[in-house]
């Protein structure tokens, strides 16, 4: 009895312990990642019942979600994506994906594109709950403002197997005693029947979803409803077994449930399909010739059609015919075709006749050859990059339906860029250029210069509003009465009157200015932005850097602050759009406004009523995303997101008032089971004096009587960002704070102010004070420090490994090492010319090569490569279209020579960060394995102590940690030697 006893206490005893064992959390590992989950598409009835959003993992597949708060209902699909509610709330439809995983399989079977599992369609009834899923299906679409209709279309039909023995036809095939049949060549041949493809189109249903009843039709290659749901348009490329149903553009009638042809041609080819707003009007393209020479022109006439519903007849309304017409143009197949709000004007594009080439060459007879001219507006790179969309380039013209079909051409290749105002309804209109100036962007960079016309749409008159001036933004105003824009060069506000041709100064005289306050590069400050016009284009909402500020167009009235005490409480308020398709803010009601806190970096929402301080609803510190709100069309329901470091911005709930806040999504419960950390502020003094901040990512369960590796990271100004939620996740360039503190390590990101002509100095100052300070504190081990940036950060890494010893390791993402050759580089994704960038923008030198060739020299981390001590990591991609590869090149190869330890990943194809998943995870494993190699004196792995030969590529990655001597103390033998 008493031994039993004794074992019965011993048990308990031990208990604490095994719970605490058991509820330990765990380091997040890479295997981890895939399961991570993201919201995506989250969207609220307008009666505000149901929110639906998509809990999408990493890499795996998805579940739509749905939440009746009010009834606290759930119900969930596997697999459902990009969900739509009806207008009338009734029915949600979504796509449903086809197992992830059974794909995959499918795919590494070799099973071809047209045999894979496609995606189906659900259908689900609110109110009976019930799904209807629907195979097959490629597309669906709902009218904007009408609940009762629903159009998909299917995926073309599965191909049939083969039965065995059977082969194509045409061919001989073997009888049973093996001797081939003979192939009766005479036999005529049959017509090929049509099949469904991406060319000749597919099915499209109709379906009533109150009562389920449905309407196909067949080889439909586009489709649309009109936004009250009375009409749906199509073309359809005919049916070869239905005569009565050719090729065409169709109109179905929704209220007479009556199909009517609006244009029939067989084997026609059609463009550009649109319908206005009220279902009363269709506007097509259509080439009707169908002979064999028309096939191979490398012209096409193209022939602008509009359909009415009144006369249900189709017109031609533009052609090259058009006495409007430039000459030698057409109309533009790739042209959008665009319904004014009221219908009285159709939009179209046209543009100059395309050369012809001569298809009699032989290829070895055609010359290729860029000719790079000085006078050029643009540079070969960038002419190439924009080949495509130049040659379907088309120029906005216009048909006043009201006025017998007038065509007027409002925009040419010497003026390209139009903008209409009352959604297409006005009468006049904006048009710009900057052709003129397209040279200066290479050096001068962005806003580039431009040239503003105000445009009557009646006549096609122009009117110059400016000349060469740098502004940013340009916009028209809701009615088309006002120009505004920002003038960098004056560092103001201007309006412009169109019916008076006057300009107004709106900010000049003001005790604030209106640019950013904390700009620190050689170019001129961009403005803070604005909130947008009030109803009628009565007064204009402008951002300071804190306030919002209202401004009489035409300075009749003083401007004035509405939000009377931002600047005095470092509180920034920016209008929230709460109704996506607002034209005007209505003043009327109270304003939901997003604020922050630029003393506790705090965020929430603010109410505002005009000539009142702003009403606090709710402020925490949190992050809340003003893209994120969704407010019910027909109630004061509105959804957001909430997050910090340790909260991930799941779905809250509340109304107008935010007094109640109700959490209705939990994307990532396993969160609990890994350890995370903290972030807090930290300040200090840099080495020049300056008052710095930065952001202090520490372990979970922190002990300041230990010490911890840290790694810094930095690029620009982070510490606004406090509040950012780190998704674990296989890193496109960068660590991730919330994995690396979970692994151990401290992560510190200072803020960097720049001053002009010394970058790499500037990052001195403050990241070498600020990690001195960190190391101070006295959980820091001095000699277990690494830094990491990419880009603009990777150049400071790689810099500053020049200039100290302090750190154990670096890793630098696509790093500039010689400003000298980048200068004269290419940003190869758009083209540009990298000039400006050094000249006026990221990288501060404020001058060119010649004119200040020393501060090139001195910022380029090439140039004192013998310095470096530090092993450097880099990674830079052959498709880096931001950062030249042949940096990452240039400055291996030199630390290569003089026998310092470095290592370069190129990951082939990939741009300037990384896109592909499984780059991503690889770059992450030799990140984590390099640091810790490192910094917490773990094996070095394969790759790191003998490399990956070209012969092993794509099938050895090196992973494996080695047994041979550390890398470390390889680099410390030879450094010894050396000396």
Known sequence: ??????????????????????????????????????????????????????????????????????????????????????????????????????????????????????????????????????????????????????AYQLEAPKPKKRKKGVKKKGKASPDKTGAKKKVNKKRKKKAKKKRENKKNGAKLVLRNLQTGKQDTFAFVTSYHFSENGDLLTFISTGSSKDKKFPSGVYVYDLKKNQLMPAFQFNKAKFAGLSIDRKGTQVAFMVDTDTTKANKKAQIKYYKLYQWSKVTNKAQI?????????????????????????????????????????????????????????????????????????????????????????KMVQLATPEIPNFRSAQKGNANVGMLMTNKPYEKYMSWIGFPAYSDVYQVDLKTGNKKKVYTRRRNSPINLSPTGQYITWYSVLDSAWFNYAIKTGKTYNLTKGLPVVFYNETHDSPTEPRPYGMAGWTANDQKLLIYDRFDIWEFDPENRQKPRKITQNGRAQKLRYRYVKTNREEEFINVKKPLLLHTFNEVTRGEGFYALKMNQAPKKLVSSAHSYSARNVRKAAKGDQVIFTKENFQKFPDIHMSDLSFKSDKKLSNANPQQKNYSWGTVEIVSWTSTNGQKLQGLLYKPEGFDAKKKYPMITYFYERVTDRIHRHWVPQPSWSIIIPSVYASNGYVVFMPDIPYFDGYPGHSAEHAILSGVANMVDKGFIDRDRLAIQGQSWGGYQVAHLITRSNMFRAAMAGAPVANMTSAYGGIRWGSGLSRMFQYERSQSRIGGTLWEKPLQYIENSPLFSADRVQTPLLMMHNDKDGAVPWYQGIEYFVALRRLQKPVWMLTYNGEAHNLRKRQNRKDLTIRMMQFFDHYLKGKPAPVWMTRGIPAVEKGINKGYKLSNENSVEQKNRTQLRNKK
């Open 1 to 150: 009895m008493r031994k039993s006893i004794l074992c019965l206490v011993a048990l308990c005893l031990a208990l604490p312990t095994l719970v605490t064992a058991q509820q330990k959390k765990q380091p997040i590992p890479h295997s981890v990642y895939d399961g991570w989950k993201n919201i995506r598409n989250q969207t609220i009835s307008r009666d505000g019942q149901w929110v639906i959003y998509s809990l999408t993992p990493q890499e795996g597949d998805a579940r739509l979600m749905m939440h009746q708060p009010k009834k606290n209902r759930k119900k969930g699909f596997e697999r459902g994506v990009r969900a739509k509610i009806s207008y009338d709330d009734r029915f949600v439809v979504f796509k449903i994906k086809p197992q992830l995983d059974k794909v995959k399989n499918l795919r590494r079977r070799k099973t071809k594109k047209n045999r894979l599992p496609k995606d189906s369609l659900g259908i689900y009834d609110l109110s009976k709950d019930q799904l209807v899923k629907v195979p097959r299906v490629r597309s669906f679409k709902m009218p904007k403002k009408a609940g009762k209709w629903l």
């Open 317 to 405: 309304v533009a052609d090259q015919s058009n006495p409007a017409m430039p000459s030698q143009w057409i109309v533009n197949r790739y042209g959008k075709l665009l319904f004014s709000k009221n219908g009285k004007k159709l939009y179209f594009g046209t543009s100059p006749k395309p050369l012809v080439r001569d298809t009699s060459l032989l290829p070895e007879e055609i010359v290729k050859v860029d000719v790079w001219n000085w006078q050029d507006g643009q540079l070969q790179p960038q002419q190439k990059v924009r080949l495509k969309a130049d040659k379907r380039r088309s120029y906005q013209a216009v048909i006043h339906l009201d006025n017998n079909n």
